[in-house]
């Protein structure tokens, strides 16, 4: 079992757009639903993007999210300086071991 | 509403068992499609998944971390334990407690606030 790749971080100015990749398997990514954690120093994750491309009732639209075989993306588009956190992939595991699995995590910058 | 409460030790020493306890308010650990999972974030670093428990009883744990783990779940009192055993200075971090939904995909909508472990003699 594999984590998902993701890049250790990604930055643009406000009111840009930032899109973070997330990298996997076929028996991950590949064939599973992606979802997304936003995480703020300090504090619990918190659910943003999931079935790959659904938002929780209080995300904001800005907020997108997309999965192309064994890769998903996360997009935000009006870069905010309160959008500067933690932002992590994950899931499910197909393999034997059928769990979870987490990406790398990236630091989204506000410039 | 729904929240999830992790307690236990804050410090343990090495080679001691970890007993961490989810205590789970507004949703029910039978209902379908639904289960409770760990996990867990060194400082600084990324978030690592440890187990889960769904609504059917059945457990999945993480390959790295199986022969150490266990999870299990009291309905009666709305908890879900896990035990980790053999700790490790390694195994500092905060643990946390998760509410896991397996419908189309699978993901963690609602987290508990975490605690935070300390491993140290």
């Known amino acids: 079992q594999s984590v998902l790749t993701q890049p250790p971080s990604v930055s643009a100015a406000p009111g840009q757009k930032v899109t973070v990749s997330c990298s996997g398997t076929?028996?991950?990514?590949?064939?599973?639903?992606v979802s997304w954690y936003q995480q703020f120093p300090g504090t619990a994750p918190r659910l943003l993007i999931y079935?790959?491309?659904k938002r929780p009732s209080g995300i904001p639209d800005r907020f997108s999210g997309s999965k192309s075989g064994t890769s998903a993306t996360l997009g935000i588009t009006g870069l905010q300086t309160g959008d500067e956190a933690d932002y992590y992939c994950g899931t499910r595991d197909s393999s034997l071991s059928a769990g979870f699995v987490f990406g790398t995590g990236t630091k989204i910058t506000v410039l | 509403q729904i929240t999830l409460k992790e307690s236990g030790p804050t410090l343990v020493k090495p080679t001691q068992t970890l007993t961490l306890t989810c205590t789970l308010s507004?949703?029910?650990?039978?209902?379908?499609?639904?289960?409770v999972g760990w996990v867990r974030q060194p400082p600084g670093k990324a978030l690592e998944w440890l187990a889960l428990?769904?609504?059917?009883?059945?457990?999945r744990y993480s390959p790295s971390l199986k022969s150490r783990l266990t999870i299990t779940r009291d309905t009666s009192k709305n908890q879900v334990v896990l035990r980790m055993t053999n700790m490790d200075p390694v195994d500092t971090g905060t643990y946390y407690c998760?509410?896991?939904?397996?419908?189309?995909?699978?993901?963690?909508?609602?987290w508990g606030q975490g605690i935070l472990v300390t491993v140290s003699s």
């Open positions: 998760t509410r896991d939904i397996l419908g189309l995909g699978e993901y963690f909508d609602y």
């Open positions: 076929s028996s991950d990514i590949g064939s599973n639903y």
């Open positions: 507004g949703l029910s650990l039978s209902a379908s499609g639904v289960g």
């Open positions: 428990i769904y609504w059917d009883a059945d457990k």
């Open positions: 079935d790959n491309n």
